[in-house]
């Protein structure tokens, strides 16, 4: 499996998560093919979008400033995490 970066607004890098995970339930929750702000500390999804610039703008009219941004797959995070 090909592990897949996510990106914060401040270009920080974080590997995809363990299975079983809070993350990966998380992540497993958002719609497929869409970018999905995360907030700083991975605990909430604060916004979705179809970009992933559209998402940084989301999260920050959320009050999120530095969110984690992590693209899903069109097949979702579930096939993809298998």
Do not use: C, H, Y
């Not at 592990?3 to 590997?15: F, R």
């Not at 995970?21 to 916004?47: H, M, N, Q």
């Amino acid at each position: 499996m090909t592990n897949v970066p996510a990106q914060s607004a401040s270009n920080q890098v974080s590997m995809e998560p363990e299975t079983g995970s809070r993350l990966t339930e998380l992540l497993a929750s958002a719609p497929p093919g869409k970018w999905v702000a995360l907030s700083f500390d991975e605990t909430r999804i604060v916004a979705v979008a179809d970009t992933f610039g559209d998402a940084a703008r989301a999260a920050e009219l959320e009050g999120e400033t530095e969110p984690v941004i992590w693209p899903i797959p069109r097949s979702g995070w579930r096939a993809m995490s298998l």
